[in-house]
């Protein structure tokens, strides 16, 4: 079983239609998918386009309470960070439970999965609890990262930051996906191109802008054979 943390530089710039992309596109290779979102903000029961109903679709799974409940155990309404709505609400994020379920595989039963992923909250400096970071989640499981980022202006400032934060706690960055932002100030293919420069040790690839609404990453272009499938010399040149 191969494991992955899916974090960002920051939030809404695509964390969620990236996990749910490399799920979808795994399984029509006919890998075996388990997905998790242990903690999530901004939750109103009943959300069927909430981040953890968009994940349980890439997975072919209904989005009802209980697989909610299965993938997404610390919910909470406000949508702030999760340590100010874990105060606010009175329930707190147990850090080493936390660590222990995103080990888990609550969908696949007794079946291991090929491919284990956690998608994070927030960016890289997130809070959790009043001491621990979405980094230190990262660095205590052990998980290459696969850093989600945006083309906006100022996100090359933003991802090397993020990429230096993983760098130093000794996490290893398997891709850095740059999803196109609705507002950038040079194309795609430059941003590319200037973190492939600072950061060539990792897989940057580029996520064109999607249109079609909360179902558009299903029409996503390949990530999955560059990062996971091809051979190790092919995907090394790629980064280069």
Known sequence: MKSYFVTSSGTDVGKTFVTAILA????KQSFRVELLKPVITGFSVGDRNCDSAILLESLDQNAEADHIVAISPWRYNEPISPDMAAQREGRPIDFDELVRFSKTNPLSGDTSPDFHFVEGIGGVMVP???KKTV???IHELG???ILVVGSYLGS???TL???MALERRGVEIAAVIVSESTLQPVPL???VGTLKRFLPASHVLPLPRLTGGLDAWQEAPD???PLFLEAPEAAAAGAS
């Open 24 to 27: 979808r596109q795994l399984r």
């Open 128 to 130: 959790l609890t009043e």
């Open 135 to 137: 980094l230190d989640w």
């Open 143 to 145: 998980y290459p990262a």
């Open 156 to 158: 090359l400032n933003h």
């Open 161 to 163: 930051i993020s990429a």
């Open 189 to 191: 293919a430059d941003t």
């Open 223 to 225: 990530l999955v054979t």
